[in-house]
T-cell receptor, first 114, second 112 residues
């Protein structure tokens, strides 16, 4: 079975700092994708970044980047120059053809302080 | 705007009632997923449809059912509602079965 684990329930940093959110996953599939979703107080789910498992290069989207360690089954999200608008719940997720669903971690509540 | 439309946005109903939540996926997306999120909880997978066929089912109660129609919109039916069914119900769609999904704004269901 596919599982995703986020071990940090809450994190808090000052504005403009860099923060890293951790995620580990487990899957027996070879072809899978990994994602980070953001859920701000509005509770809308917003896709932040995606990583294809067969690509070794880490994905980057503006201030958001990932550290994908396939052998360790680790997929962390780094937010650089954090902004107040980054305050949200962040969910790590994976999907594979075999699983037929997006599997989510428990979430990390990130607070950016002014 | 993700392109996924869910209606209604809010729904208040009494225990024992039945409701239908509707989801229109993004244009061209064949997969539709339904998730339930209770207050301060994670996302619980309910069901996945691909091009009209049920592909996977999560911990979906027998009181709940869903379907995807030929025009690819989907409906989630919740019956014999209980207080504990109060939650945010998300629909998400993706172009294929193993790629990223885009979420609608959710339907906030309150059972009183």
């Amino acid at each position: 079975a596919q599982t995703v684990t986020q071990s940090q329930p809450e994190m808090s940093v000052q504005e403009a700092e860099t923060v890293t959110l951790s995620c580990t996953y487990d899957t027996s599939e070879n072809n899978y994708y990994l994602f980070w979703y953001k859920q701000p107080p509005s509770r809308q789910m917003i896709l932040v970044i995606r990583q294809e498992a067969y690509k070794q290069q880490n994905a980057t989207e503006n201030r958001f980047s990932v550290n994908f360690q396939k052998a360790a089954k680790s997929f962390s999200l780094k937010i650089s120059d954090s902004q107040l608008g980054d305050t949200a719940m962040y969910f790590c997720a994976s999907v594979s053809t075999g699983a037929q669903k997006l599997v989510f971690g428990q979430g990390t509540r990130l607070t950016i302080n002014p | 705007d993700s392109g996924v439309t869910q209606t209604p946005k809010h729904l208040i109903t009494a225990t024992g009632q039945r409701v239908t939540l509707r989801c229109s996926p993004r244009s061209g997306d064949l997969s539709v997923y339904w998730y339930q999120q209770s207050l301060d909880q994670g996302l619980q997978f309910l069901i996945h449809y691909y091009n009209g066929e049920e592909r996977a089912k999560g911990n979906i109660l027998e009181r709940f059912s869903a379907q995807q129609f030929p025009d690819l919109h989907s409906e989630l039916n919740l019956s014999s509602l209980e207080l504990g069914d109060s939650a945010l119900y998300f629909c998400a769609s993706s172009v294929a079965e193993n790629t990223e999904a885009f979420f609608g704004q959710g339907t906030r269901l309150t059972v009183v």
